[in-house]
């Protein structure tokens, strides 16, 4: 697989969330931004086990992405977060991104990986990116694919 490739691929699946009435569209980033416009999705840190099976014939990654909402207001800037952290709906990243699955038999993110996995939601607190302090989380996502792609 190529690293820098899924992450931008992330990125894009994001983009496609449906936030509610009255919030700004989601902007996304295949890496962490100097400055964000949020809310923001963007893919950060990622941990990789090669040789999951023989032959460099796939490689697991793991990648920590963080979802970032402003806080003009308290509690429906945390809705908002919340909406994106749902396991379903317009808003879910989970669903959206996973949609990236691709059709039964098909690869994943556009042929990049063989498949993805929205795994969890963690870290879900005061975040302070480049200055200022956002409400966020972080939501982990494997993705499996050949490794000497």
Do not use: N
């Amino acid at each position: 697989m190529q690293i820098s490739a899924v992450r931008d691929a992330l990125a894009d699946a994001a983009r496609a969330v449906v936030l509610p009435d009255g919030v700004p569209k989601l902007t996304c980033s295949g890496y962490v931004p100097d400055a964000i416009t949020e809310p923001h999705f963007f893919v950060a840190e990622y941990e990789c086990d090669y040789d999951k099976a023989m032959r460099r014939s796939l490689d697991e990654l793991v990648f920590t992405t963080r979802v970032l909402v402003g806080r003009a207001d308290d509690q429906s800037s945390q809705r908002v977060l919340d909406a994106m952290l749902s396991g379903s709906g317009p808003a879910s990243l989970k669903q959206t991104i996973e949609l990236a699955r691709g059709a039964p038999g098909e690869y994943a993110l556009g042929g990049l990986a063989h498949d993805l996995h929205v795994m969890r939601v963690q870290g879900y607190r005061w975040y302070e990116h480049a200055g200022t302090t956002y409400v966020g989380a972080e939501v982990m996502i494997k993705v499996i694919g050949q490794g000497d792609a």
